[in-house]
Nanobody
């Protein structure tokens, strides 16, 4: 089986920073894209950022210049460095990855980590 486990969420003041991590474990053969999504109360889940297996990165407009996605392939881990946080960034953040397990590619999700931006 494959598991994604997020960590690093918490409460931070506006303008502050947090770094989220998401580690994949299990009998993983390969990992393709890795993504972060978020879901604010009463809103639909929103894509935030993607890093491809080749290291290309993509962001939703609202976080460009503030958030940085990266990955450590040796650790099967994706990170989201969040700077200049705003109250509007408050949400549960989920990681998502396309993983090859037992000769099959599937999408996997983490359980989510809460990020609260408030003074």
């Amino acid at each position: 089986q494959v598991q994604l486990v997020e960590s690093g969420g918490g409460l931070v003041q506006p303008g502050g920073s947090l770094r989220l991590s998401c580690a994949a474990s299990g009998s993983i053969f390969s990992i393709g894209y890795m993504r972060w999504y978020r879901q604010a109360p009463g809103k639909q889940r929103e894509w935030v950022a993607t890093v491809t297996s080749g290291g290309s990165t993509f962001y939703v407009t609202s976080v460009k210049g503030r958030f940085t996605i990266s990955r450590d392939n040796a650790k099967n881990t994706v990170y989201l460095q969040m700077n200049s946080l705003e109250p509007e960034d408050t949400a549960v953040y989920y990681c998502n990855a396309n993983i090859q397990y037992a000769s099959r590619w599937s999408d996997y999700w983490g359980q989510g980590t809460q990020v609260t931006v408030s003074s």
